[in-house]
């Protein structure tokens, strides 16, 4: 600058030349820069002699000088601020600076004095921002989510373009109102949203929201509390959730009752235990006033067989219904159309006569799903049981689809369950008129039993008197031979009759247990031949087995011979012996060996072809009554091992 020619110039000089901002004087005339101060030098990149050989242009972006042109034409104050400028440094790099300027004579020219503050990284920070207010709207505008800010007076500051969208309203609506007011109008609804997000939890939560068309939408909402109060609020619309969760929950509802109708039939075979439970059950899930079960007979006669009813309606339980339209078309349309759902009867273009009818029960509309039973599977069709109905008489009434398909899931059960109460009465009859014939066997089978213990007492009877009047006969003779053979017929007939005094003193008397019965003869045996036990032992090893009355007189008799043949030839000359008898049961095959260690059979003989009466009756027991086999064994003594299969009482 010039030389300083007093204080007041020197204090100009010094705060020109030493500002921190850059600064410098131009010719106005010719745009000539004049004088540069330091800072200018520096921030700029040029030397001071540069810059007074340039002039103010130079410092411009080429497309930025027409418009300095363009503003040095315009008139100015003697102080003006021109506002914000590009300046470009020497190395090319563009600055962002704000030019303050003042009209001044500079040695001798109209020259004008420029304060330069940089400003790029200010502009660099407000570009960032700019760029970083872009990102975000451009993210609040394309995710489909409505999103809002709200100062911390509750009042609208911005929305994005889903708000708009899904509510109806729009940001200019609220720029003197209370947009909370508008979307909630009941105070108290109003004032839980506002705590809702004053409290700013990062939770959802659900609000009946007011559309500007006064529609009521599903929202759900969420906050975000900002540094400094205001509040963003996200938000979308559930309307399609709540219809899915309320579509889930009716079915969870329908399915339920399901299971209950269906775990009714399956604990109770009682069919007006499980309708009076249905009609229950189905009015609860409709909230209708009535729901009845309605049976036809052949004539297509009605009763209301089971009733579900809401306090104060009429009740209609066991009540006959002449429905004439009913009998005129045996119920045609319910074969046909299947189910009805009838929002208003005057509407319905149903017959005046089933107008009339539904009128004495205050119906205004109804649900009713016919109940068919399969006839059977070699008659397949169906056969018109009743109707489940489903009465609404407080109003008319819009039905829902899934209400008509969840009646008719529950005819289906109740098919199942008057098809299975049917089964069930039937099983019921036939097992009383089984359980009576039953009697009446049981008591048949009682008399037969006394009818054969009274034969089986009398046969043994008569036997006895047989082997008494033997017993008699043998005292008149002098023959032994004669005597000899009496006895063994004697013995014979006791054997036999020692069966039939078991079987009419036996429980059952179509089988006898011959453990008892063996030791019973053999005994009997040894005292008809005056044998003492201490000088023939008798040794038994019998199972409890049980033989019907032909195999038990078969083995009688064959035991009598054996024993009696030991009796008499095995044990000679008063000689001390021991006979033993077996029996065994193996897998129902009889095993029985009668054993006694005396002299022994002749070596010569043949047994199976002798003169022999005893053992030839053995052999044929054995062989043909039984039909079984029989072997001798000859080691110490004679033994006989018979074998036989087990019989039942039948067989």
Known sequence: MLFPENESQRLEVLLFSKNPNPMWIYNQNNLQFLDVNEAAVIHYGYSREEFLQMRITDIFPPENVPIFREDLGKKHTNLHFSGQWLHRRKDGQILDVEVVTHTINYANYNARLVN????????????????QNEFLRRIFESIPLMIALIDTNVKLQWVNQEWESVLGWKFKDFQAGDVLEALYPNAEYRQDVINFMQSAQHNWAD??????DGDLLDTSWTNVKLANGQIITIGQDITERKRTELALKS????????RTVAQRIRQSLNLQDILNATVQEVRDLLGVDRVVVYQFDSEMIGTIMAESVEPGWRVSLGVEIYDTCFQTGKGAEYYQVNKRAIA???????????????????????????ILLEVSSQNPGSHLWGLLIAHQCSGFREWEKNQLDLLDQVTVQLAIAIQQSSIFEQAQTELAQRQKAQVKLKNALAEKEVLLKEVHHRVKNNLQIVSSLLQLQSQ?????EAIKVLRESQNRIESISLIHKNLYTSANIGQIDVADYISNLAASLLISYQIWPDRITLETDIDSVNLNVDQAIACGLVINELISNALKHAFPNQQVGTISIAL???NN????????????????????????LGLSLVYDLVTEQLEGNITLERNHGTGFKIKFKQLTLHQ
């Open 476 to 480: 008149t003779l002098k023959d032994p």
């Open 584 to 586: 065994r049961n193996i």
């Open 589 to 612: 095959s009889i095993e029985m060996t009668i054993q006694d260690n005396g002299i022994g059979l002749p070596a010569n003989l043949d047994w199976t072809n002798t003169d022999s």
């Open 251 to 258: 079915q969870a509802e329908r399915e339920q009752l399901m």
């Open 207 to 212: 609000f009946r929201t007011q559309l500007r």
């Open 116 to 131: 330069i503050r940089d400003i790029t990284e200010h502009k660099r920070i407000e570009r960032k921002l700019q760029e």
């Open 344 to 370: 208003n009867i005057y509407e319905a273009g149903l017959t005046d006569c089933h107008i009339r009818l539904l009128e004495q029960f205050e119906v205004k509309a109804n649900l009713v799903v016919p």
